[in-house]
């Protein structure tokens, strides 16, 4: 089944305390991206990745790393979380070329709470 | 201001209405315009994209984009109980690569 997946689901922890969220894709999809869902504001996009080792910011960087070691791979990384981090994080990812390139696939979210 | 402004509603019709949703934007650069459903505790999904101006119809669906207007709409007819959710409006610049999302309206369709 294609799928995009991400662990963990739901998280709390700790002002301070380092947190990956992983995300993974099966579907060899070259772009993937991360966001960041608040209450209204939307979905408001963190980091994208056009393929392996090639990574830019989105709209709301700053807090955040990223890496793409791996194709299907996409961790995104909270180096010292702060409660403005709390929040529901989706991973996406898409074909970058041809008439695919429109499909984004959503994971299922990360609820992440930070104290 | 934001890049995209969507009305989060609660918008609440009976069963087999026929629903408009709405974004407006203010950057004449996008050139990509997506609508996406979410329902809850779900990521959103892909319903209808559009390049540039124009109509798109997909079977009860339909995507309108008004760039001299700076307005995209998405229409719902025989509206279901099954298309409760929370509709997102996005859209991306020539290189498709950074999406600017709406707050998303929440759309609750009585059987």
């Known amino acids: 089944e294609a799928q995009v997946t991400q662990n963990p689901r739901y998280l709390i922890t700790v002002t301070g305390k380092k947190l990956t969220v992983t995300c993974s894709q099966n579907m060899n999809h070259e772009y993937m991206s991360w966001y960041r869902q608040d209450p209204g504001l939307g979905l408001r996009q963190i980091y994208y990745?056009?393929?392996?080792?090639?990574?830019d910011k989105g709209d709301v960087p700053e807090g955040y790393k990223v890496s793409r070691k791996e194709k299907r791979n996409f961790p995104l990384i909270l180096e010292s979380p702060s409660p403005n981090q709390t929040s529901l994080y989706f991973c996406?990812?898409?074909?970058?070329?041809?008439?695919?390139?429109?499909?984004?696939?959503f994971g299922p979210g990360t609820r992440l709470l930070v104290l | 201001q934001k890049e995209v402004e969507q009305d989060p509603g609660p918008l609440s019709v009976p069963e087999g209405a026929i629903v408009s949703l709405n974004c407006t934007y203010s950057n004449s650069a996008f050139q990509y315009f997506m609508w996406y459903r979410q329902y809850s505790r779900k990521g959103p999904e892909l319903l209808m994209y559009?390049?540039?101006?124009g109509n798109k119809e997909d079977g009860r669906f339909t995507a309108q984009v008004d760039k001299s207007s700076k307005y995209i709409s998405l229409f719902i007819r025989d509206s279901q109980p099954s298309d409760s959710a929370t509709y997102l409006c996005?859209?991306?610049?020539?290189?498709?690569?950074?999406?600017?999302f709406g707050s998303g309206t929440k759309l609750n369709v009585k059987p």
């Open positions: 996406a990812s898409r074909f970058s070329s041809g008439s695919r390139q429109e499909t984004q696939y």
């Open positions: 559009t390049y540039s101006s």
């Open positions: 990745s056009m393929n392996v080792e090639v990574t």
């Open positions: 996005a859209m991306g610049g020539y290189n498709f690569n950074k999406f600017y």
